[in-house]
């Protein structure tokens, strides 16, 4: 009784979360739209479980007992978008995008097509299968869902992992960036959702009231997410735009026909005499585009000539220089007033933690480590 209570709770709950992020689109829209979606799927699947499955309800409903069966197969769909916004991409209704429905359309046909042909006098026998888990067809439908949700959630953990590479070649930055929440949050519902499930073969409807339980923290976490860190989402933009600016220069290049490669060396001379002279590094927001836009070439040839002639991606490339700036810095006594998170953000850094993590990585040391070192040593 006290399940069906909280599952009930949950279904005004969501509802209410799905109705929030739906009318707030101003900001980060598509990854609201998606978010709102999940949550409204949700809503609907918990009120159509709790309500009809599990009392007697649906005996004065009995073709509302496959309303879920459909769009059920789209809570993977959805969550995959979720997360393709919410990492700077734009989801466009045509071609093979469309191709993601058609497990819900097929389910929707199958299920309905099947009920509509039992004579009425066996509908209350069918509908007792159906809720007992007695009936041939609820455990390939419970497979079949499983296989769809863990194939979307890999799917979504590998966009997010392609998404978190990418960034260190775009960005000098990218500690804000990399939704490392997000990431948290889908290896969680791969372990608990669907790993240990299938571990126990709980693939079956008695395993189905324990969803709520699991889903309300989560979704209320990235709901939560979403709505007091919207700036989490908003700098995508900018990561959606060097990528499309990146490959429509690249495009546009390859259908020049050039006679004379591009003058590599000459360039790698060219950007170390700017990077020693300019210090771009010491902007925070620094990104390819920018610093390629200040060298006047494509950012894919800059990203080129890091890659292969200095055998580094921007984000390392321009990192070593702040490395160097902060360990210059640290031992200055011009800047002995500064904390070292301020020498942090005097350097390009843009936060304390990437900072320390940085300095870590290329010195061995914490910023403290090596000031310290230093000051013993003279």
């Known amino acids: 009784m006290i399940l069906n209570w909280i599952g009930f709770g949950s279904v005004f709950f969501l509802l209410g979360l799905a109705i929030f992020f739906l009318r707030n689109r101003q900001n980060n829209a598509g990854s609201n739209l998606y978010l709102g979606l999940i949550l409204l799927l949700q809503a609907l699947s918990n009120f159509h479980f709790f309500i009809f499955r599990l009392s007697d309800f649906i005996y004065q409903f ?17 969550l995959f978008f ?3 916004t919410s990492t700077g991409k734009t989801i466009k209704y045509q071609g093979k995008t469309l191709l993601h429905f058609i497990p819900a359309v097929v389910a929707t046909v199958f299920f309905y097509g099947k009920l509509f042909f039992i004579p009425s006098s066996e509908i209350q026998a069918y509908i007792d299968l159906i809720k007992t888990d007695k009936h041939p067809i609820n455990r390939p439908y419970h497979l079949l869902l499983y296989l769809s949700n863990v194939t979307y959630l890999i799917a979504s953990l590998v966009e997010l992992l392609k998404y ?21 949050i ?10 240990l499930p299938l571990g126990y073969g709980l693939l079956t409807i008695k395993f189905f009231p324990f969803v709520p339980l699991m889903q309300l923290p989560i979704l ?39 006679s004379v490669p591009y003058p590599d060396e000459h360039f790698a001379s060219t950007l170390l005499d700017f990077m020693e002279k ?18 006047d070439i494509p950012s894919y040839q800059l990203s080129k000539v890091l890659n292969q002639h200095f055998q580094k991606n921007f984000f390392d490339f321009v990192n ?3 490395v ?16 070292l998170e301020g020498i942090g953000y005097e350097c390009g850094f843009n936060s304390k933690s990437s900072f320390y993590a940085v300095f870590k990585k290329y010195v061995n040391q914490t910023p403290a480590e090596y000031r310290k070192g230093v000051l013993l040593a003279v």
């Open 278 to 295: 300019s210090k771009p590094y010491l902007n925070a927001e620094l990104t390819i585009k920018t610093l390629a836009d200040e060298l």
């Open 324 to 339: 160097e700036e902060a360990k210059t810095k640290l031992v200055a006594t011009e800047y002995a007033h500064l904390t």
């Open 220 to 258: 209320s976490f990235v709901a939560w997410k979403a709505y007091s860190q919207p700036e989490l989402f908003l700098s995508l933009e900018t990561f959606s735009e060097e990528i499309n600016v990146n490959e429509n220069r690249k495009l546009d290049e390859q259908k020049v026909i050039v």
């Open 186 to 195: 889908l290896l969680f519902l791969v372990v608990f959702h669907f790993v």
């Open 82 to 84: 979720f997360v393709q």
């Open 62 to 78: 009995p073709y509302l007992i496959h309303l879920s069966a459909g769009f059920r197969f789209l809570w993977g769909v959805l």
């Open 164 to 184: 978190r590479l990418a960034l260190t070649t775009f960005f000098s930055n990218i500690d804000k960036l990399r939704l490392v929440w997000l990431f948290n």
């Open 320 to 322: 070593t220089y702040r």
